[in-house]
């Protein structure tokens, strides 16, 4: 059964800031691991798709990191903004199942 | 090409009518999501669908629950007898491959049960 873990729960930091997302996943059988942003009340925006042959993704400030054999993905985001504040969901998508499964997100506000 | 579109983006039912979520994925998008978000919680999976066929919805209650997708027209995730534990944010997701590559998901629907 997959799992996948999101730390910190929630992050504060001041504005400016380089800070790390962490998602963790239990089965290693992956097609690709997906970050979204979510804001108060709304849908998710797809930020980063990684497929499991690839090692990172970038996007502006945004890099996303993959690592297979340990089954966890970072979520590095450089000179944080105000705007960034909202919660960030990690996806998992895996073989044995046709399900894709969320951590529980990291809910960040950036303090101006 | 428009995004998913879900609606409506509010509902409200009272205990013991039924729900209807519409759900129209993107165009040339033939798998559909739905997801369950309770206040302050992650989503949680509810089924997986393509064209005509139900794929997974180990994630559906056993009772009142059912979604399906037709071959013409949206998604629909359907609640029979609505009770107050219905009441959260119900999500639509689609993807033009059967791995979710990628996922783009629609604004939801606020299911309010008085």
């Known amino acids: 059964k997959q799992e996948v873990t999101q730390i910190p729960a929630a992050l504060s930091v001041p504005e400016g800031e380089n800070l790390v997302l962490n998602c963790s996943f239990t089965?290693?059988?992956?097609?690709?691991l997906q970050w979204f942003r979510q804001d108060p009340g709304k849908g998710l925006t797809s930020l980063l798709l990684?497929?499991?042959?690839?090692r990172e993704q970038t996007s502006g400030r945004l890099n996303a990191s993959l690592d297979k054999s340990s089954g966890r993905s970072t979520l590095y985001i450089a000179a944080s903004q105000p705007g960034d504040s909202a919660t960030y969901l990690c996806a998992v998508p895996y073989s044995s199942a046709s399900k894709i499964i969320f951590g529980s997100g990291t809910r960040l506000s950036i303090r101006p | 090409n428009a995004g998913v579109m879900q609606n409506p983006r509010h509902l409200v039912r009272r205990r013991g009518q039924e729900a209807r979520l519409r759900c129209s994925p993107m165009k040339g998008h033939s798998h559909v999501y739905w997801y369950r978000q309770l206040p302050e919680e992650g989503l949680k999976f509810m089924v997986y669908l393509q064209k005509e066929n139900i794929i997974d919805e180990s994630g559906m209650p056993k009772e009142r629950f059912s979604a399906e997708f037709p071959k013409e027209g949206p998604s629909i995730l359907r609640i029979q007898q609505v009770v107050r534990g219905d009441s959260a944010a119900y999500f639509c997701?689609?993807?033009?491959?059967?791995?979710?590559?990628?996922?783009?998901f629609g604004s939801g629907t606020q299911l309010s049960v008085l």
């Open positions: 089965d290693s059988a992956i097609y690709n």
């Open positions: 997701a689609s993807s033009p491959t059967p791995r979710g590559d990628e996922l783009f």
């Open positions: 990684i497929q499991s042959s690839q």
